[in-house]
C-alpha cells in the first residue's frame, strides 16, 4: 500500500498561520484516511514555529527553490527573517518521507512551505506567483511527486499507477 504524505491543516489540524486549518472534505482523501495511508506533516510547526504566526512569504528568485539553495528568504510583513525554520521543516518532512517510502505527497497551495504550484510573492498583497514552497521544492528534488488539495484525482491516479508497477 501507497504511503501518502499530506499537509496535516488539510485534515483539519489547525496549524495554520492564522491559528486555524484548512480541511478538504475530498471523498479519496477520506477514503485515504480510513486505509491508513496518510502521513501528516506541518513543515512550519514542524521546524519551530508556533501557532498561531505571522504570515509569511517568499522573497528573492526560483521560490521555495530559491530559499533552499539560499537564493531567496521567506519572511514576514514586519521583516523577519523565517528561511532557517522553513528549511528545517522541509528537511523534516524529507526524512518522513524517507523513513515511510513515501513518493507521493498532497499538500495545501499557496503555502509558503508546502505549495505546489504557485506561493507569493512576498510584498503581502496577495499577488501569485508560480513556484513551488520550501517543503515541495525539496520534496520534489528528492523525487516525491506532489499535488494539491485541487488536484487530489491526478494524485489518486498516480498512486494507482505507482501500485499497478510495484
Given at each position: 500500500?501507497?504511503?501518502?504524505?499530506?499537509?496535516?491543516?488539510?485534515?483539519?489540524?489547525?496549524?495554520?498561520?492564522?491559528?486555524?486549518?484548512?480541511?478538504?472534505?475530498?471523498?479519496?482523501?477520506?477514503?485515504?484516511?480510513?486505509?491508513?495511508?496518510?502521513?501528516?506533516?506541518?513543515?512550519?510547526?514542524?521546524?519551530?514555529?508556533?501557532?498561531?504566526?505571522?504570515?509569511?512569504?517568499?522573497?528573492?528568485?526560483?521560490?521555495?527553490?530559491?530559499?533552499?539553495?539560499?537564493?531567496?528568504?521567506?519572511?514576514?510583513?514586519?521583516?523577519?527573517?523565517?528561511?532557517?525554520?522553513?528549511?528545517?521543516?522541509?528537511?523534516t518532512a524529507l526524512d518522513t518521507v524517507?523513513?515511510?517510502?513515501?513518493?507521493?505527497?498532497?499538500?495545501?497551495?499557496?503555502?509558503?512551505?508546502?505549495?505546489?504550484?504557485?506561493?507569493?510573492?512576498?510584498?503581502?498583497?496577495?499577488?501569485?506567483?508560480?513556484?513551488?514552497?520550501?517543503?515541495?521544492?525539496?520534496?520534489e528534488s528528492a523525487g516525491v511527486r506532489?499535488f494539491s488539495e485541487t488536484s487530489i484525482?491526478?494524485?489518486?491516479?498516480?498512486?494507482?499507477?505507482?501500485?499497478?508497477?510495484?
Open positions: 500500500m501507497e504511503r501518502i504524505l499530506v499537509s496535516a491543516c488539510l485534515l483539519g489540524a489547525k496549524v495554520r498561520y492564522h491559528g486555524g486549518d484548512a480541511a478538504c472534505d475530498h471523498p479519496i482523501l477520506k477514503r485515504w484516511l480510513d486505509e491508513g495511508r496518510l502521513i501528516a506533516v506541518c513543515p512550519e510547526r514542524d521546524g519551530g514555529l508556533p501557532t498561531p504566526r505571522p504570515p509569511a512569504e517568499i522573497v528573492g528568485p526560483g521560490a521555495g527553490e530559491g530559499v533552499n539553495r539560499h537564493l531567496a528568504i521567506v519572511r514576514t510583513a514586519a521583516g523577519e527573517n523565517l528561511s532557517d525554520a522553513f528549511r528545517c521543516g522541509a528537511g524517507k523513513r515511510y517510502g513515501i513518493r507521493v505527497a498532497v499538500l495545501k497551495e499557496g503555502s509558503p512551505s508546502c505549495g505546489p504550484s504557485f506561493v507569493y510573492d512576498g510584498t503581502f498583497t496577495g499577488t501569485r506567483v508560480r513556484g513551488r514552497g520550501v517543503t515541495a521544492a525539496l520534496l506532489v484525482e491526478a494524485a489518486q491516479a498516480w498512486v494507482e499507477a505507482l501500485e499497478r508497477s510495484n
